[in-house]
């Protein structure tokens, strides 16, 4: 049981650039999460799917598209890099709703740089 | 959405206690309270979750008054592990993952 894995860990693009970032979760969570960390701040919601087959926008939207490949991936497409979205980006999973005391689980983060 | 508000910063030594206060004064009647501890250049990790009263586990209690608009994580007996960014995040956790916002956080340091 890996949890939440991420890839790539960490990837330099250049302005302009495309780059996808993937999510994979084996826990058979129904919600998945992404959020950004600037550096010295906290995270910032992009996307969230609460089920496979359904995505919402979240705080920070703009600039980023996702997927919903099935239950257990969620991948985050960045179609023209911007050095605004230099960032840690941390993917999140959630069980089924109505489960007491169960909480997210994050994944270790894919560190990004856009020069 | 429930906004939170938490102290930027606090500093402590190793063995006080150490209490971190959450204010969420719109919180709504299915939202939960979940306090996450973040280390650098990892994840954040679960560390208590409640919805009203007092809760306690092997790290940490959470106390939420009647009125439920704010909340405190207590720590005991903090080391100098305990050094991080502690959040506290307000949301209907358990509706079909809704939307779930993070505040900025508490960066707590631990000194010997």
């Known amino acids: 049981n890996a949890g939440v894995t991420q890839t790539p860990k960490f990837q330099v693009l250049k302005t302009g650039q495309s780059m996808t970032l993937q999510c994979a979760q084996d826990?058979?969570?129904?919600?998945m999460y992404w959020y950004r960390q600037d550096p010295g701040m906290g995270l910032r919601l992009i996307y969230y799917?609460?089920?496979?087959?359904?995505?919402d926008k979240g705080e920070v939207p703009n600039g980023y598209n996702v997927s919903r490949l099935n239950k257990r991936e969620f991948s985050l497409r960045l179609e023209s890099a911007a050095p605004s979205q230099t960032s840690v980006y941390f993917c999140?999973?959630?069980?089924?709703?109505?489960?007491?005391?169960?909480?997210?689980?994050f994944g270790p983060g894919t560190r990004l740089l856009v020069l | 959405l429930a906004k939170t508000t938490q102290p930027i910063s606090m500093d402590s030594y190793e063995g006080q206690e150490v209490n971190i206060t959450c204010s969420h004064n719109?919180?709504?009647?299915?939202?939960?309270i979940t306090w996450y501890q973040q280390f650098p250049s990892q994840g954040p990790r679960f560390i208590i979750q409640?919805?009203?009263t007092k809760v306690t586990n092997e790290v940490a209690s959470l106390f939420i008054p009647a009125d439920r608009k704010s909340s405190t994580l207590s720590l005991p007996r903090v080391s100098l592990s305990d050094t991080a960014v502690y959040y506290c995040?307000?949301?209907?956790?358990?509706?079909?993952?809704?939307?779930?916002?993070f505040g900025q956080g508490t960066e707590l340091s631990v000194k010997p």
């Open positions: 719109n919180i709504a009647t299915n939202d939960y």
């Open positions: 999140a999973s959630i069980p089924f709703w109505g489960r007491r005391g169960e909480t997210q689980y």
């Open positions: 799917s609460a089920s496979e087959g359904t995505t």
């Open positions: 409640g919805y009203k």
């Open positions: 826990m058979n969570h129904n919600s």
């Open positions: 995040l307000v949301g209907d956790i358990y509706n079909q993952g809704g939307k779930l916002i």
